[in-house]
């Protein structure tokens, strides 16, 4: 989890025009907080794509077609200082990887780096219209969904380059 907190900041202008605009000093805290979250969400799935080799759209937010991304930030309210963000490491369906192909020996999905091939898999069409790739055990007559683990990353990179972010962010702001 990385923690972005705003209250370090020193700011570079005079203590008189800090006193003279509150309110837009409050404005440009909270824009510089959004915009550096933003940053930094965007970064930490960045990473988590790279590492696992799977489409950057899985781990964003507002992904199309995934219930629930796996990069999250908390809320950031007006007077809000310090914001989280976190990353989850549930395993993501493989429908999501990319377009699936089913041949006779199984299904292929995805194209490039994130090409994936699971032996006897096939595709069924889901309630949704969308299809879905699963197998079945050779003891069952159960279906199971293919689901791919997401390996989690270290963010000691990300957080040591957060101020260097706030303080960039902060001074465009303050110029706005």
Known sequence: MITVDINPIDLKHTAQFLLAF??????AKYRTLAKTVK?????????????NAMPVSIFKKGAKNVKGFRVRTSKIKFNTTKAQIWAGSNS???RYLGKAKESKRGVTVGSGRTRRFYEEAFLIQRADGRPSVVYRNKN???????????????????EAAIP?????????????
Do not use: C, F, H
């Not at 069952?140 to 990300?158: A, N």
């Not at 260097?164 to 706005?176: A, I, P, S, T």
């Open 22 to 27: 509150p309110k837009e000093i409050n404005t």
């Open 39 to 51: 940053w930094a969400s965007g970064q930490q799935a960045s990473k988590l794509a790279a590492e």
């Open 140 to 158: 069952s007559r159960k279906i199971r969904s293919i689901t791919e683990p997401v390996q989690s990353v270290s963010v000691d990179e990300i």
């Open 92 to 94: 993501v369906k493989a």
């Open 164 to 176: 260097g972010e706030l303080y960039k962010k902060m001074d465009q702001e303050m110029n706005y």
